[in-house]
């Protein structure tokens, strides 16, 4: 059986690469779509399309939306949702994927640091597996694909 996954949440790490590298090696039947990792682009979409705003407000709101559109669509599209929270940064998006997913009845994987347990239980609780490693990620993956 093959799968689609999405790669949600932090975007200043490898983590993506790390399971994009595990499942090539693996040789699994799964396609991997992400959001655009590329802060800069992302923040400045809706500038870039669509023109400048004086207000941050209305800079940051035409973003989201050409963003969500990719997002929603790819979630949509999704067998399951991993879900990263980093330490460094806090990742709204990432919970507001969370929260389409579980809307949408996909199922989710989270993964985060033990420091992130307690603010993220509910997060935690909608999922059906929570991790820690891009490698345990893996293996969930490489168990659920098995023949």
Do not use: C
């Not at 990432?94 to 579980?102: L, V």
């Not at 999922?127 to 891009?134: D, F, K, Q």
Request: proline residues 3%.
């Amino acid at each position: 059986m093959s799968y689609t996954i999405y790669l949600s949440g932090e975007i200043h790490s490898d983590w993506r690469e790390q399971i994009k590298q595990g499942i090539t090696e693996n040789q699994l039947d799964i396609e991997v779509l992400t959001p655009i990792t590329d802060h800069d682009s992302s923040d400045n979409v809706g500038a870039k399309i669509l023109g400048e705003e004086a207000s941050n407000f209305w800079k940051d709101h035409k973003a989201a939306k050409i963003n969500a559109l990719r997002t929603n669509s790819y979630i949509s599209r999704s067998d399951i949702v991993v879900i990263r929270f980093g330490d460094k940064y806090k990742q709204w998006n990432a919970a507001f994927d969370a929260g389409i997913a579980a809307g949408l009845g996909i199922p989710t994987i989270t993964m985060h640091s033990p420091d992130l347990t307690h603010p993220l239980k509910e997060v935690d609780a909608a999922a059906l597996a929570v991790t820690e490693t891009p490698q345990e990620v893996v293996e969930i993956l490489k168990y659920i694909t098995q023949a």
